[in-house]
């Protein structure tokens, strides 16, 4: 059994276990529910952002501990003074060290699009996404039969959220592509092996139909690297790890954006 494998296992154990002790009727009943979901979609391409979609995530199973005494609070308001498009909120606790508990606080303090990033295999998670002030949720084209995704992605925009599909490989992508997605994000890191490597996105790229944004996903840690998916024809970029391992993750994200949108406005200016 590979890592995705033992996390999906665990997760299928961890929603009937939450299932049982909060009811669907209870989840509908919370503040944020009945809320106006903010458009991912819309906050990508916005011309004044950076298209950077910054996660706060405390570890990893393939680093172990990034950064354990990080403030949710701090580090996504730092994110969105910084200049990201978005926000990506850990809610896995077993694998990633996150909550539910760390995307209400970052809703709370936070008017832009939060993608709730975990292993959706059930409705119920979904539910409970808008219960805690998502926007967006995730479905991984690996953890999931085509079918189950799909109807995941229209059980998810019956409700008014939006859909990030993260892909693989082509074959991924064209076995889980439908029109339930809004976002399709390359992940540059293998789920099975943890291998990284933006080849990845810079190969499927042109696969994906111009209808979805484009979000490149894992393993960017270079300015210059934006640049080069951008010209590829990338919307946004997903970056988490490259600011949460620095002390002030929020300084790490406003340094990176500052350095990427002085590269842009060179490139702009060569093109001129």
């Known amino acids: 059994m590979n890592i995705l494998e033992k996390i999906i296992a665990d997760k299928y154990k961890e929603v009937a276990e939450r299932k049982s002790l909060v009811p669907v009727k209870l989840l509908e009943k919370s503040a944020f529910f009945d809320g106006k979901v903010v458009s991912m979609k819309k906050y990508i391409i916005h011309p004044e952002k950076s298209g950077i979609i910054s ?6 199973p393939s680093k172990g501990m990034i950064n354990g005494a990080a403030s949710v609070e701090t580090v996504s308001i730092g994110y969105m003074q910084a200049g990201a498009s978005a926000l990506s909120i850990l809610t896995d606790k077993d694998y990633f060290g996150g909550s539910n508990e760390d995307l209400k606080i970052a809703r709370k303090f936070n008017f832009c699009p939060i993608l709730r990033k975990d292993f959706v295999v059930d409705e119920y998670q979904i539910i409970e996404a808008k219960s805690i002030g998502a926007d967006c949720i ?3 084209a690996a953890a ?3 079918e189950k995704l799909k ?3 229209y059980f998810a925009k019956s409700l008014g959220l939006e859909v990030l599909l993260e892909v693989h490989d082509g074959e991924e992508l064209a076995q889980s592509i439908n029109d339930g997605v ?3 994000g390359v992940n540059n890191r293998n789920l099975k092996t ?3 490597s933006i080849d990845t996105s810079l190969e499927l790229v042109d696969q994906i139909p111009s209808s979805f944004i484009k979000i490149s996903e894992s393993g960017i840690s270079d300015p210059n690297t934006l640049i080069k998916l951008k010209k590829a024809g990338f919307d946004g970029f997903l970056i988490g790890e490259n600011f949460m391992k620095s002390s002030r ?3 790490a994200a406003y340094n990176f954006i500052k350095d990427y949108q002085k590269l842009a406005s060179a490139t702009e200016f060569q093109k001129a």
Not at 55 to 60: T, Y
């Open 144 to 146: 999931l039969e085509p």
């Open 55 to 60: 996660e706060f995530k405390r570890k990893s």
């Open 138 to 140: 995730l479905l991984i």
């Open 182 to 184: 809004d976002l399709i």
């Open 194 to 196: 943890f291998e990284v």
């Open 249 to 251: 993750p929020e300084q």
């Open 151 to 153: 109807s995941l992605a």
